[in-house]
């Protein structure tokens, strides 16, 4: 059995815990107020923007989003039917399906950026000094780096 937390790391815990749940309530609540789009449909349009040729493998896809892989195909079916992706064959080998950015995506992604950082900037990055970012950004670094899924 685990040692209990100590008070320090108890109250680290909820604190954390707590203000993510909030955070990512308000994130996901203003973007789809003003965008109509999900945390996951703008994780995934920024992915594939980013993304060689605007596409992916859908198992690749699924290691950036930290999705399991039947998550990411429900996902990508969703912004199929709205035309914001489209899924091909993998041109390489034709045995795998990638998804891939739309103009009509890629119009959402550009419409949403600006209201999705003012949020970010409102809810988050204004709140702190240049000094907890570090800090933040070397912690979460570490910790993702960790608890990403290995890749084969």
Partial sequence: MAEPLDSA?????????????????????????????????????????????HRLRMGELAGFMVFSPSRVTYQITSMVKRGLVRKQSCPADGRGQEAVLTAEGLAALVAAAPLHLATVRDSFIDDLED??????????????????????
């Fill in 9 to 53: 790391q108890q109250a680290c815990w909820r604190a954390y815990i707590e203000s993510s749940w909030a955070l990512q309530t308000r994130l996901e609540d203003e973007l789809r107020a003003q965008t109509g789009l999900s945390m996951a449909d703008y994780h995934v349009l920024v992915v594939l923007s980013e993304a060689p040729g």
């Fill in 131 to 152: 000094a907890e970012l570090a800090v933040l950004a070397r912690v979460f670094t570490r910790l993702g780096a960790r608890l990403r899924p290995a890749t084969s």
